[in-house]
């Protein structure tokens, strides 16, 4: 009997002590993996902060700080007149809200116009470098009557800071724009044709005036699929 108590007794000791033991490797175990985790979340917000940053540090940038386009007021005889537009160069195409446009962010080339006429439809982001300038853009449509395009195109032709081209998706088969200044006319016999050009080539809207005679600049980046007449 008294050896079998003296044997069982050492036996229970080690278990309590091996549980014990057990318990303390748990709890460092536990301690473990806790500080891991913790390093591990860390580690994430600050991976995915810098994603966050990358997106808003990239390309994309200049997309994200557009700014709404302002309203147009329409004056007693039909021209159309824009606030205050963007003019940052960036290198994506910008949705414009007419057709075709009369200013807002733009490539950083801009496209001949130095009396130049198009007979393919033109990059809008390079078109509207050249009205920042001072350009008057003309664009006709295929309902315009070929004699008024024949006309416009001389006048065009004989007016640095001036350019044409067609433009198919506008509204009226002709129409003037300028940075922020746009009509539509009746044909190259309109007298607000000679207004609009006298008034705008070069004029008081030029957000970047330039007093010589426009330089040819390189092919726009897009390549676009036009030729002058």
Request: hydrophobic share 35%; glycine share 6%; net charge positive.
């Amino acid at each position: 009997m008294g050896s079998a108590k003296n044997t069982s007794t050492p036996s229970r000791k080690d278990r309590i002590a091996e549980m014990r033991q057990a318990d303390r490797a748990r709890e460092r175990r536990n301690r473990v993996l806790a500080v891991v985790g913790g390093a591990v979340a860390v580690a994430a917000l600050g991976v995915g902060g810098f994603l966050l940053f990358s997106h808003t540090s990239d390309g994309s940038a200049d997309k994200a700080d557009s700014k709404p386009w302002p309203a147009y007021k329409v004056t007693e005889d039909g021209e159309k007149v824009w606030g205050k537009l963007g003019r940052k160069h960036v290198t994506r195409q910008v949705d414009y809200p007419m057709t075709p446009p009369v200013g807002g962010d733009h490539d950083e080339a801009w496209m001949n116009c130095n009396g130049d006429v198009y007979d393919k439809e033109l990059p809008e982001v390079n078109a509207v470098h050249s009205l920042e300038h001072g350009a008057v853009w003309v664009t006709y449509n295929d309902k315009a009557d070929p004699a008024d395009v024949r006309k416009l195109a001389a006048k065009v032709k004989a007016t640095p800071y001036s350019l044409m081209s067609p433009v198919e998706d506008q509204k009226d088969p002709v129409m003037l724009t300028a940075w922020a200044h746009q009509r539509t006319v009746s044909g190259a016999d309109d007298p607000k044709v000679k207004e609009f050009f006298s008034r705008y080539v070069q004029g008081k809207q030029t957000p970047e005036p330039r007093r010589r005679t426009p330089r040819p600049r390189a092919t726009p980046r897009r390549s676009p699929s036009w030729r002058r007449m």
